[in-house]
């Protein structure tokens, strides 16, 4: 079983492009929509959420965990990796797959500078600037922080005018490019608005795709935790957010019916399964 961890919705794009690509598996889901967004919280609150959100997938049954999180990619992902991984539990990530197909694009084009937009914390982390310099240190890259655009895509706006106004307010910030990197897993929700607004020439990428094809790779390298179901694998979805709100939201994004939403909350400072109460009118004493 894999599981797929994202701050809020976003990962739900990896997710299809996981499940399309590995229809055999079963996939566990967990998306931490109740504190969601992560990208302007500090470096220790990340590494904190982080911390339960993975433990959480390892007590599902999951051994192989995808962080479909780019903030938490660039600020806990080696942290991660050091603390809970091993030959028998590994975490990846989806930031150095991205910069790999940006390089790897840049590399057919002939171009020489790539944009990346990502949240604030992914941007001050200067992490794909980092990858990017170990593959190919003569290209420019251009990190431009786009905090606007999480809660336009929490908030299932991804196709109002309000979205295509503040797509267009970033790409105006940003210099001349060739490609562009879609570096925040919500971002690829507005897709259709970056293509059509960006310059003549740019290539935008989504890099969830790329990301399915190097974990078909990294399970071919270690067969031991690839775990194929014959007649198709399942899915689980947890969420720390309240159900009934992030299943229909969740469902819309991903873009097909998806099982119940299994509520998870912080409980000493661990993410525990934990029934919803009704919510109560006016004011609430403890």
Same mark, same amino acid.
């Given at each position: 079983?894999?599981?797929?961890?994202?701050?809020?919705?976003?990962?739900?794009?990896?997710?299809?492009?996981?499940?399309?690509?590995?229809?055999?598996?079963?996939?566990?889901?967990?998306?931490?929509?109740?504190?969601?967004?992560?990208?302007?919280?500090?470096?220790?609150?990340?590494?904190?959420?982080?911390?339960?959100?993975?433990?959480?997938?390892?007590?599902?049954?999951?051994?192989?965990?995808?962080?479909?999180?780019?903030?938490?990619?660039?600020?806990?992902?080696?942290?991660?990796?050091?603390?809970?991984?091993?030959?028998?539990?590994?975490?990846?990530?989806?930031?150095?797959?991205?910069?790999?197909?940006?390089?790897?694009?840049?590399?057919?084009?002939?171009?020489?500078?790539?944009?990346?937009?990502?949240?604030?914390?992914?941007?001050?982390?200067?992490?794909?600037?980092?990858?990017?310099?170990?593959?190919?240190?003569? /290209?420019?890259?251009?990190?431009?922080?786009? +905090? #606007? &655009?999480? %809660? !336009?895509?929490?908030?299932?706006?991804?196709?109002?005018?309000?979205?295509?106004?503040?797509?267009?307010?970033?790409?105006?910030?940003?210099?001349?490019?060739?490609? /562009?990197?879609?570096?925040?897993?919500?971002? +690829? #929700? &507005?897709? %259709? !608005?970056?293509?059509?607004?960006?310059?003549?020439?740019?290539?935008?990428?989504?890099?969830?795709?790329?990301?399915?094809?190097?974990?078909?790779?990294?399970?071919?390298?270690?067969?031991?935790?690839?775990?194929?179901?014959?007649?198709?694998?399942?899915?689980?979805?947890?969420g720390s957010g309240d159900p009934r709100l992030v299943g229909p939201r969740a469902a819309r994004l991903y873009g097909a019916p998806l099982p119940p939403v299994e509520h998870v909350a912080e409980t000493g400072?661990?993410?525990?399964?934990?029934?919803?109460?009704?919510?109560?009118?006016?004011?609430?004493?403890?």
């Amino acid at each position: 079983m894999i599981g797929v961890y994202d701050s809020g919705y976003g990962g739900l794009t990896v997710l299809a492009a996981l499940r399309a690509a590995l229809p055999e598996h079963s996939f566990v889901f967990l998306g931490d929509n109740g504190r969601a967004p992560y990208g302007d919280r500090d470096s220790g609150t990340i590494l904190d959420f982080s911390e339960q959100c993975i433990e959480r997938l390892f007590d599902e049954g999951c051994r192989l965990v995808v962080v479909a999180c780019h903030t938490v990619s660039c600020i806990a992902l080696r942290h991660l990796q050091s603390r809970y991984g091993g030959s028998e539990r590994r975490i990846l990530g989806v930031t150095i797959p991205a910069a790999e197909m940006a390089v790897a694009q840049l590399a057919a084009s002939g171009g020489e500078a790539v944009g990346w937009l990502g949240t604030t914390r992914t941007v001050l982390s200067r992490t794909p600037q980092i990858e990017i310099a170990k593959l190919q240190p003569r /290209l420019k890259v251009h990190l431009l922080a786009a +905090p #606007l &655009l999480v %809660p !336009i895509v929490e908030e299932g706006l991804e196709d109002s005018s309000l979205a295509e106004l503040a797509v267009d307010h970033y790409l105006r910030q940003l210099p001349t490019v060739d490609t /562009l990197v879609l570096g925040c897993t919500h971002y +690829p #929700l &507005l897709l %259709p !608005i970056f293509r059509r607004l960006a310059p003549p020439g740019v290539t935008v990428l989504d890099p969830a795709r790329f990301v399915a094809e190097r974990l078909i790779d990294w399970l071919r390298r270690h067969p031991g935790f690839s775990t194929p179901r014959e007649g198709g694998g399942g899915l689980r979805l947890l969420g720390s957010g309240d159900p009934r709100l992030v299943g229909p939201r969740a469902a819309r994004l991903y873009g097909a019916p998806l099982p119940p939403v299994e509520h998870v909350a912080e409980t000493g400072g661990r993410l525990a399964h934990r029934l919803l109460p009704e919510q109560p009118l006016g004011q609430v004493l403890r």
